[in-house]
């Protein structure tokens, strides 16, 4: 096997820890309820009203859950902040959740505008 193959390899299972710790973070921190329309569900990032929604916007609204959890306050969720069952090997940053983010926004970003519509915020990354 390639050498390059192998490292991407290696990668993939912690870019799917990421992901789900993502994933995990904005559902401990947002909103109780379902939306009920995609643009609805913008409104909620959609801070200056503009109808898109930005990286900063983006970034915002989804640390909602990584803020929530952060109980000590220092922008580092150690493993006992996490919830039950959660796995990590390494404590995460508020800096590495916000990088995690930009590339999952950029993989929304469809259009390549720098922007969020309601369909892009919407679609499977």
């Keep these: 096997m390639p050498l390059h193959t192998d490292r991407h390899a290696r990668r993939a299972p912690r870019k799917?820890?990421?992901l789900r710790l993502i994933a995990l973070i904005a559902l401990v921190g947002g909103p109780a309820q379902a939306q009920s329309t995609r643009a609805e569900y913008l409104r909620w990032f959609d801070t200056d009203g503009d109808g898109r929604v930005s990286l900063s916007e983006y970034q915002e609204y989804m640390?909602?859950?990584f803020r929530a959890m952060d109980l000590d306050g220092d922008g580092v969720l150690h493993a006992g902040e996490l919830p039950p069952?959660?796995?990590v090997r390494t404590a995460t940053t508020l800096q590495s959740h916000h990088r995690s983010l930009t590339r999952m926004f950029d993989r929304l970003d469809i259009n390549h505008d720098g922007y969020l519509d309601a369909d892009e915020l919407t679609a499977m990354p």
Excluded: P, Q
């Design 85 to 87: 069952g959660a796995r």
């Design 16 to 18: 799917m820890a990421a």
């Design 63 to 65: 640390s909602h859950g």
